[in-house]
């Protein structure tokens, strides 16, 4: 067994202190149980191998990457291990864990302004893969990125809940892990709902976005996503922190935005089986001031 063997089959875990209504069960895929620490363990890994595969990249090639924080470290530790260098492109409003961790990995950091967001971070990526000759996953537009998540994440959640899943709840960042989801489930049982979550206006939600139509992932289908929830910062603060109080679950904030619409699903139904993905662990958050 090697690192890349302990990605995935992470645990589904219920979810009983927060949910308002017992007729209807509410899981959390655990996603931080990945060895580096959240669900893009998963597309990084994808990504990386099957670019190796194709004859893209070989050992000692340079690779660059815009990230807003768990994509980079998966990439870090993927990258790293198989002879590849990389280098990150992020927000300089990263916490002090996401760019310690991305560095002893032994990636190469450049950070950007924060008030131009990853945005800006995506645009100096595809500088230096076009001025420089890096080479750029692209997670943003790599098919690889939706794939891992159609063959693993997937399938994984129909065995889990025995083929019982009625919704499906995800944060949508580069909307890999939804659109894989999505295309795997809806192939088992055109019924089951798909739910993404996005910060409301205003909002600053790590990890989760409302993009503008041009920097809109290329990987995103609209049809594939029955319905689109709203979170805001401080609901998915409310429930990052209850998550860890009343479930014993240490998560990141998108994952407390994802568990809040989970909640909001709930109330709606009568009967059902939420599943709703814990990207990451929270311990990357504790320099922050998401728990208080």
């Not at 870090?76 to 002893?104: C, W």
């Not at 909002?203 to 990987?219: A, T």
Request: proline fraction near 5%; glycine fraction near 10%; hydrophobic fraction near 35%.
């Amino acid at each position: 067994m090697n690192i890349f063997d302990l990605i995935g089959n992470t645990p589904l875990v219920d979810i009983s202190q927060v949910n308002p209504n017992p007729k209807v069960k509410i899981l959390g895929k655990l996603e931080g149980q990945n060895p580096a620490g959240s669900v893009k363990d998963r597309p990084a890994y994808a990504m990386i191998k099957n670019a190796l595969a194709r004859g893209d990249i070989k050992p000692g090639n340079q690779l660059v990457e815009a990230t807003s924080g768990n994509t980079g470290i998966a990439l870090a530790m993927v990258a790293q291990t198989l002879g590849l260098h990389i280098t990150l492109i992020m927000p300089d409003n990263s916490t002090a864990e996401r760019v310690k961790a991305m560095e002893a990995y032994g990636a190469n950091l450049i950070l950007t302004p924060a008030a131009k967001t990853i945005e800006y971070s995506r645009e100096v990526a595809e500088d230096m893969a076009a001025r420089e000759g890096y080479y750029m996953l692209n997670q943003f537009g790599n098919p690889d990125n939706y794939q891992a998540h159609y063959t693993s994440t997937g399938p994984e959640i129909w065995r889990g809940t025995h083929g019982k899943v009625t919704h499906f709840v995800s944060a949508m960042g580069t909307t890999g892990t939804i659109m894989g989801v999505s295309r795997y489930l809806k192939e088992q049982n055109p019924e089951v709902q798909i739910v993404g979550t996005q910060p409301s206006e205003g909002s600053n939600i790590p990890g989760i976005r409302r993009w503008s139509p041009e920097y809109l992932p290329q990987i995103y289908e609209p049809s594939r996503v029955d319905r689109l929830l709203d979170i805001s910062e401080s609901e998915a603060v409310t429930m990052t922190r209850r998550l860890a109080k009343e479930e014993g679950i240490l998560a990141g904030m998108s994952s407390g935005g994802a568990l809040h619409a989970a909640c909001q699903l709930a109330q709606e139904l009568e009967e059902g089986l939420i599943v709703f993905i814990v990207c990451d662990r929270g311990d990357r958050y504790l320099s922050s001031s998401l728990f208080g």
